[in-house]
């Protein structure tokens, strides 16, 4: 991962272990006691990056959120994407961006960002979207939904052999994502997943976001 975190390896060496990566709630309603929560959450473990995924606001509403969360964000060693929408991720200074498949070409999301930042892309249930991405010059691919989730209306349901195959066939960085939970993210590491995208299974655990944070280190790093 680019300047504000590494998405390689949680812990300083090259053996590979599935991270935790954080997604934004779709909105934010207190944005000072929201970065008090992820202040605390990223206090709490190992954490990959943090994607601000803000839907149906003002692009001033994303620049004041991004420039209020990012430095929180980079203070823990974490990078900061800015989902959909790399203009906004090259005004501000971001680490990279996050595409879905109608939010541009990774080519260009590449000539805007350059080659120091990050692009991820979702592929949903499908090689072939990874493929592509991967050949466009992607930093990563994602894979879900998985479990069921009320995050955002789901369409694709890939089989978590999916994560195997990509493993197997590229060292590119898979994501899993979709109703990711602590019970449940050890199947999908153990399958091949690189990263566990959860957004509700932190930001709405009834415990706090740093206990969340806490619940799905431990699972990860258990045998």
Same mark, same amino acid.
């Given at each position: ?154 369409? %694709? ?36 997943? %690189? ?29």
């Amino acid at each position: 991962m680019a300047a504000g975190g590494d998405m390689e390896d949680g812990n300083g060496g090259t053996e590979q272990r599935c991270r935790l990566y954080l997604i934004t709630p779709a909105r934010i309603d207190d944005l000072d006691a929201f970065a008090r929560d992820l202040d605390s959450a990223l206090a709490a473990g190992d954490v990959a990056c943090l994607q601000l995924r803000l839907k149906d606001v003002g692009d001033d509403v994303i620049r004041t959120a991004a420039r209020r969360l990012m430095p929180v964000a980079h203070a823990h060693g974490v990078a900061f994407l800015i989902n959909d929408r790399a203009d906004l991720a090259v005004e501000l200074d971001a680490d990279g961006v996050h595409l879905g498949q109608g939010d541009g070409s990774v080519a260009e999301a590449r000539s805007l960002l350059g080659h120091g930042k990050d692009i991820g892309v979702t592929c949903h249930d499908s090689l072939h979207l990874a493929y592509e991405a991967g050949e466009g010059g992607a930093d990563y691919v994602a894979f879900g939904a998985f479990f069921p989730t009320q995050t955002k209306e789901t369409q %694709h349901t890939p089989d978590a052999d999916i994560l195997t195959v990509w493993d197997e066939v590229t060292e590119l960085p898979s994501v899993a994502i979709g109703g990711i939970t602590p019970e449940n993210c050890k199947t999908l590491a153990a399958a091949g997943a %690189h990263f566990v995208a959860v957004s509700g299974a932190v930001w709405s655990d009834p415990r706090g976001p740093a206990m969340a944070v806490k619940a799905f280190n431990a699972a990860l790093a258990a045998d």
